[in-house]
């Protein structure tokens, strides 16, 4: 299950090692980053987190996030009839956008607000008739459910992500697996709060199948996706690149370091395959972008408690 995307990835798996203690800890800094390319990208998943809700499309440019043609909110109508909705949305945008490619000035409503968002030294024939390809909805996302939930688990988790010496931001991840819900199932056989499939749990010892599954266990699946992602960053060098892996498959991953190098945002630009698509090239970003919006909720929440508790005791 992913909370942001209304596709699965697969998630190819080598088998990983037992992590040696303080291996992958990070030096100085912050061990997950936002590099300066993609501050543009994570602002737009912290307004999917934040500002848009489950029934509003964003139509945008899939190359560029930073390009929103359009917002629509979607009638309270069924799961079919909103996804008809949206096909037809799109072919008459991306119909407008291609139509702009033989030079014409803005004709209606719809072709002024593509060329305004549209910046002025991009406004070619070739342009046009790319960005009418790069043409998807994204639905908003309402975080506050996997907030709740997580109050009953983060706790545990940081201390799990602590004693495997990992970045304990990564105990974010699950907001973008599965909402938080350790019994969440997808389409494709994952399963509890990291999403693990059978193959990885049996690879991190974990029992599948009959009377238990372990990855209905909060402890148990944190463990194991705590190795997993220790074993990604030794294989790496990358936190970017290994949390990336988690999504895309450490296979597919590590193909790419050979071709481009093991920095992020050149295999992100670079890289593409079948697999490799829209959803894992947005993968990191939009961890960043919750790991945000969620720990700014949590010092809000902190701050507000701090407040009532100063109110109800008498003190400035």
């Known amino acids: 299950m992913k909370l942001w995307l209304l596709t699965c990835t697969f998630i190819v798996l080598l088998p990983f090692t037992a992590l040696a203690a303080g291996q992958p800890r990070a030096g100085a800094g912050d061990p997950l ?12 998943w912290e307004s999917i987190f934040t500002k848009y809700g489950p029934d509003d499309c964003l139509f945008h440019d899939k190359e560029n996030l930073s390009v929103v043609y359009f ?13 008809s909705l949206t096909k037809h949305y799109l072919a008459v945008l991306k119909k407008a956008i291609a139509g702009l490619a033989d030079g014409h000035e803005p004709r209606n409503a719809i072709e002024q607000r593509i060329v305004k968002v549209t ?11 790319s960005a009418a390809l790069n043409l998807r909805c994204q639905r908003g996302v309402d975080l506050q459910p996997s907030l709740d939930r997580s109050k009953d688990h983060l706790g545990m988790v940081m201390r799990v992500l602590d004693q495997h010496h990992l970045p304990t931001d990564l105990a974010f991840l699950p907001h973008l697996e599965s909402g938080y819900n350790p019994i969440a199932r997808s389409r494709v056989g994952a399963r509890g709060l990291w999403q ?66 093991n920095d992020y945002v050149t295999i992100r630009d670079k890289h593409r395959t079948s697999v490799f698509g829209f959803a894992a090239r947005n993968y990191y970003p939009s961890f960043l972008a919750v790991r945000n919006v969620a720990g700014n909720m949590a010092q809000e929440q902190v701050a507000e408690a701090s407040r009532r508790s100063n109110s109800s005791t008498g003190k400035l």
Request: aromatic share 10%.
């Open 33 to 44: 980053p936002t590099p300066p390319a993609l501050k543009a990208d994570v602002r737009f």
């Open 71 to 83: 917002v629509k909110r979607l009638p309270p109508v069924s799961v079919f009839r909103k996804a």
């Open 119 to 129: 910046a002025p030294d991009l406004r070619t024939p070739d342009y046009y008739r």
């Open 196 to 261: 693990l499939m059978p193959s990885a749990a049996r690879l991190s010892g974990l029992s599948v199948g009959g009377r238990y599954d372990h990855r209905l266990s909060p402890q148990r699946s944190t463990s194991a996706a705590a190795g997993m992602l220790a074993d990604f960053y030794n294989q790496t060098g990358s936190w970017p690149l290994a949390i990336t892996a988690y999504n895309y498959g450490i296979n597919g991953t590590m193909r790419a370091i050979k071709i481009y190098g």
